[in-house]
T-cell receptor, first 115, second 114 residues
Framework: AQSVSQHNHHVILSEAASLELGCNYSYGGTVNLFWYVQYPGQHLQLLLKYFSGDPLVKGIKGFEAEFIKSKFSFNLRKPSVQWSDTAEYFC?????????????FGTGTRLTVIP | DAGVTQSPTHLIKTRGQQVTLRCSPKSGHDTVSWYQQALGQGPQFIFQ???????QRGNFPDRFSGHQFPNYSSELNVNALLLGDSALYLC?????????????FGPGTRLLVL
């Protein structure tokens, strides 16, 4: 079975600070990796995804994530956060198997950016 | 181009009752997945419908059932509601249910069971 761990439950940063949110997964096979964001009062939106190729993935709004296969990690980064980045961030995986694309989510990290 | 829509937005039920939640997928999508997001938790996969059949199911009891219609819209039914069923129920759509397809989420239905 797949599982996802997000180590940080709540992160508080000042504007312009750098961000790194941790994500580790466990699964014996090949996975696809995702970061979704949920802004206050809005629905889950895809931030970025990794399927194959360059392990450094760039997403929307200046976010990026790096897939490190040996560490089973897919950490999210942003060099300089803005107040508008305040949101809940979810890491998710799905198994690269035929007929299966259900997502397994971590418990989420709440990011609060102080102006 | 309409995204994923869900109805109702909020619902209050009492223990033992039954509830039906509805989802219309994004235009061009034919696969619908349902997730339950309890407070402070990440979404948990309930089941997925493709070609009007349940293709995959997560670790949820039989009280949770669903249906997909020929126009690809879907319903989630929960019988014999428990207090623990209080959560945000999310619908996600994709094309073909293939692993390489991104899932797009709706705004959710918030269910409160009293």
């Amino acid at each position: 079975a797949q599982s996802v761990s997000q180590h940080n439950h709540h992160v508080i940063l000042s504007e312009a600070a750098s961000l790194e949110l941790g994500c580790n997964y466990s699964y014996g096979g090949t996975v696809n990796l995702f970061w979704y964001v949920q802004y206050p009062g809005q629905h889950l939106q895809l931030l970025l995804k990794y399927f194959s190729g360059d392990p450094l993935v760039k997403g929307i709004k200046g976010f990026e994530a790096e897939f490190i296969k040996s560490k089973f990690s897919f950490n999210l980064r942003k060099p300089s956060v803005q107040w508008s980045d305040t949101a809940e961030y979810f890491c998710a995986v799905n198994a690269r198997e035929a007929g299966a694309n259900n997502l397994f989510f971590g418990t989420g990290t709440r990011l609060t950016v102080i102006p | 181009d309409a995204g994923v829509t869900q109805s109702p937005t909020h619902l209050i039920k009492t223990r033992g009752q039954q509830v039906t939640l509805r989802c219309s997928p994004k235009s061009g999508h034919d696969t619908v997945s349902w997730y339950q997001q309890a407070l402070g938790q990440g979404p948990q996969f309930i089941f997925q419908y493709y070609e009007e059949e349940e293709r995959q199911r997560g670790n949820f009891p039989d009280r949770f059932s669903g249906h997909q219609f020929p126009n690809y819209s879907s319903e989630l039914n929960v019988n014999a509601l428990l207090l623990g069923d209080s959560a945000l129920y999310l619908c996600a759509s994709s094309f073909g249910g293939f692993w390489e397809e991104t899932q797009y989420f709706g705004p959710g239905t918030r269910l409160l069971v009293l």
